[in-house]
């Protein structure tokens, strides 16, 4: 019996696109320090290139649209130019995830036309079931893994789900490790798969930029072969 898995799991969608998102990134214990390691590395490329700090948070819906300055650059003075950095900037952390062996990425989906709190009880819900199917995968493999968060665990929804699992057959080790994204890059790289699974699935104009993020990144990592609808 093993821990075979670490996940990072963060949300994307929202009620006007009637898309709810669980998009991760995981590695094997023993591989994770060389895992984040890629990140780091490509971190310090970041700060080479394009003047963005390490410790600068790339929240995926902020800094691709050009909603965040990531870059003390002096010359970074408008959200064009914002937006433009923020793009280069996603694709430099996509091809560091394509080409990381250590690391390989997942996701799952449901289209809802639920508004409102019906629509966080329906995410909700599509994590439980998320959650059930890992489960069920390590329990036939009779090894377990450890699942990672975005937040600080104020929301009951991620415990809830975790304890609801029959201790008898859990394989999930006890609750969600919940992460401060601010200070997780791992966490920052797993909320931009979910970022990049949501534009693949929610072709608008707004986000044409990114319709082939997925496929021309992420795909070749992806666990599953695919974003799985739930």
């Given at each position: 019996m093993t821990i075979s898995r670490m996940l990072y799991i963060d949300d994307s969608g929202s009620v006007e696109s009637g898309l709810v998102v669980y998009g991760w990134i995981e590695c094997r214990p023993d591989r994770w320090r060389h895992a984040l390691r890629a990140i780091l590395e490509m971190r310090k490329a970041l700060y080479r290139d394009h003047m963005v700090p390490p410790s600068e948070e790339l929240h995926a819906t902020k800094f691709v649209n050009g909603r965040s300055r990531i870059s003390t650059r002096d010359d970074q003075d408008d959200r064009t130019e914002w937006k433009t950095l923020g793009r280069a900037v996603a694709l430099d952390c996509l091809e560091v995830l394509a080409k990381c062996d250590d690391i390989r990425i997942g996701a799952v989906y449901r289209r809802t036309d639920a508004t409102g709190s019906d629509y966080y009880l329906e995410r909700g819900d599509v994590?439980?079931?998320l959650l059930e199917d890992l489960n069920d995968h390590h329990r036939v493999e009779d090894s377990y893994a450890l699942i990672g968060m975005d937040g600080d665990g104020s929301d009951p929804t991620y415990y809830n789900a975790h304890r609801a699992l029959p201790l008898d057959t859990r394989h999930l080790i006890e609750d969600p490790v919940f992460h401060d994204s601010r200070k997780s890059q791992l966490?920052?790289?797993?909320?931009?798969?979910a970022y990049a699974v949501f534009c693949h699935l929610n072709r608008h104009a707004g986000n044409q930029f990114a319709w082939?993020?997925?496929?021309?990144?992420l795909a070749p990592r992806d666990c599953q072969g695919g974003p799985q609808a739930l």
């Open positions: 994590y439980r079931q966490m920052q790289m797993a909320d931009l798969v082939e993020w997925y496929n021309d990144y």
